[in-house]
Nanobody
Framework: QVQLVETGGGLVQAGGSLRLSCAAS????????MGWFRQAPGKERAFVAA????????IYSDSVKGRFTISRDNAKNTVYLQMNSLKPEDTAVYYCAGRRSVASGRLESNYDYWGQGTQVTVSS
């Protein structure tokens, strides 16, 4: 069983930056693809970014491409989401997800483990 804990959320003005962290328990973190999803008020949870277990290949949603960067530090069992040029429409609860596979994916159903989420609020 893998437990995921997100930190780093908060309130930021439009144009600002935040870095989210997701710490994972377990000794096999390096074998898991990791992803970030978000859920805005009144909307379904949506894919944001993901990173493969090997090689560190990344994929992004069109809405965040060029502004957000996902990365991982396997020595620290942690995945990060660096968010720059934030917009009010980025306001959401952000969730970290882990997949028992080296390859990442864009679908919620691709992932086996989920964190509790961290709130990100971007003011205009």
């Amino acid at each position: 069983q893998v437990q995921l804990v997100e930190t780093g959320g908060g309130l930021v003005q439009a144009g600002g930056s935040l870095r989210l962290s997701c710490a994972a328990s377990g000794r096999t973190f390096s074998n898991y693809a990791m992803g970030w999803f978000r859920q805005a008020p009144g909307k379904e949870r949506a894919f944001v970014a993901a990173i493969s277990a090997i090689g560190g290949g990344t994929i992004y949603s069109d809405s965040v491409k060029g502004r957000f960067t996902i990365s991982r530090d396997n020595a620290k069992n942690t995945v990060y989401l660096q968010m720059n040029s934030l917009k009010p429409e980025d306001t959401a609860v952000y969730y970290c997800a882990g997949r028992r596979s080296v390859a990442s994916g864009r679908l919620e159903s691709n992932y086996d483990y989920w964190g509790q989420g961290t709130q990100v609020t971007v003011s205009s």
